[in-house]
């Protein structure tokens, strides 16, 4: 941002106008209270206080850029640390001939095996063979009862 676009800026800042309009009333109290000089007051009033504001805001956004830079650059050293860690260097160690391979396939290893206590087992009993089932009996008519006369 240049100094003419930082003014602009500062220009259209209420704060800063209120600046201008409190400065532009000192001077038309200094002069007496002359009507008809208000332009006059107004221009002599931001004349006075815009070069020091523009000065204050132009040294802002340089510290301003200077500090994104400074973070920019950190985060660049960051992320290359991040992305190339350090490599230890692995002592050089001697090959061996490899064997050469043969179609038997390794036993797994054997698994821990944990063994039951021995139980002492009884002779089982010899089932007997299911009984047939017995045909149902036929319904026999309900007994009624015989009443004499």
């Not at 000065?55 to 500090?67: F, I, N, Y």
Request: glycine residues 2%; without cysteine.
């Amino acid at each position: 941002m240049d100094m003419n676009e930082i003014r602009q800026t500062l220009q259209n800042d209420p704060a800063v106008r209120d600046l201008i309009a409190k400065r532009a009333f000192e001077i038309f109290k200094a002069n007496g209270y002359q009507l008809g000089r208000d332009f006059e007051n107004w221009v002599e009033a931001e004349q006075q206080i815009l070069p020091g504001l523009v000065d204050q805001e132009a040294k802002r956004l340089q510290a301003e850029k200077a500090r994104i830079a400074e973070a920019v650059t950190e985060s660049a050293i960051a992320e290359e640390t991040i992305a190339a860690p350090t490599v230890e260097e692995k002592p050089v160690v001697e090959e061996k001939p490899k064997a050469k391979k043969t179609t038997k396939k390794a036993a797994a290893p054997a698994e821990a095996k944990v063994e039951a206590p021995a139980v002492e087992e009884k002779p089982a009993k010899a089932e007997k063979p299911a009984k047939a089932e017995k045909p149902a009996k036929a319904e026999k008519p309900a007994k009624t009862s015989k009443t004499k006369k």
